[in-house]
């Protein structure tokens, strides 16, 4: 099993968090190996083991995932019975937990997996963001909730952008329909987007320090010996990044 850090969030000792490689899986091809959905064709078995897998390798006690929808509703992991009721409840896209020993994965093919830790109230968030994400400032609204639920303050949060789909890659023929005018600004070349610069420019306008901001800087599509992308491969699986207080 082979994973990418956040030398930025790796700092924190209280804090686990790994970037997952397709790498150290049971699953077979186009799956291969460690792909973490259940809902892309590949065996449950498979999945199931593969998560073992991951939660084994980072020592906790749970690993809770959701049906993503590139929304932006939150579920906030507080006590056990939420926890138990979490199963693959569909319709969420930001994690949230101050719960220590509790994995909070999310599943990417080019999407960004953006995490948010708070040392000074001790909780964390785990965000799907793919550029529907972007367009509803997923991002913003997972700063609010922190701030609503836990009195975070965004000057304290520190964030991590993983590995996804890069300005090489991010062709948007209809972005006229698709973006708003404000990201337009974002085209590297036409018809090409900058989302990783998009998502910095989320979390600065929702108040974090440019300093406190890592992005990865890994496009999933052209990596694709490390990661899955579904504008690569169509039929492919999902990499997990997981993000977990320690106990
Ligand atoms: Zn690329």
């Not at 930001?94 to 953006?114: E, M, R, S, Y």
């Not at 952008?161 to 005018?181: D, R, Y």
């Not at 910095?200 to 800087?217: C, K, T, Y």
Request: hydrophobic letters at 40%; glycine letters at 8%; one cysteine or more.
């Amino acid at each position: 099993m082979v994973w990418w850090q956040w030398p930025l969030l790796a700092a924190f000792s209280e804090l686990e968090h790994r970037i997952w490689t397709r790498h150290g899986g049971v699953s077979p091809a186009p799956y291969d190996s460690l792909n973490l959905s259940y809902t892309v064709g590949d065996a449950s078995a498979h999945v199931r083991q593969n998560r073992t897998l991951v939660r084994q390798a980072m020592g906790l006690a749970e690993l809770i995932s959701v049906g993503q929808v590139h929304g932006s509703n939150t579920l906030i992991l507080m006590d056990r019975q939420t926890i138990r009721e979490a199963g693959e409840v569909r319709g969420i896209d930001i994690l949230i937990t101050n719960l220590p020993g509790i994995g909070l994965l999310i599943k990417q093919a080019d999407c960004q997996a953006v995490a948010l830790y708070d040392p000074e109230q001790r909780v964390i968030a785990n965000i799907h963001c793919g550029w529907r994400g972007n367009v509803q400032n997923v991002i913003g609204q997972a700063v609010g909730r922190l701030q609503e639920a836990f009195g975070s303050r965004p000057a304290a949060l520190y964030a991590g952008i993983s590995p996804s789909l890069g300005p090489c890659c991010a062709e948007f023929k209809n972005f006229q329909q698709e973006m708003p005018p404000e990201f337009w600004q974002y085209q590297v070349r036409p018809t090409y987007f900058d989302l990783w610069q998009i998502s910095v420019d989320q979390l600065l306008a929702a108040g974090l320090p440019r300093e406190h901001i890592q992005l990865a800087g890994l496009c999933s599509r052209c990596q694709a010996e490390d990661f899955f992308s579904y504008r690569r491969e169509r039929v492919t699986g999902r990499n997990g990044t997981v993000v977990a207080l320690g106990e």
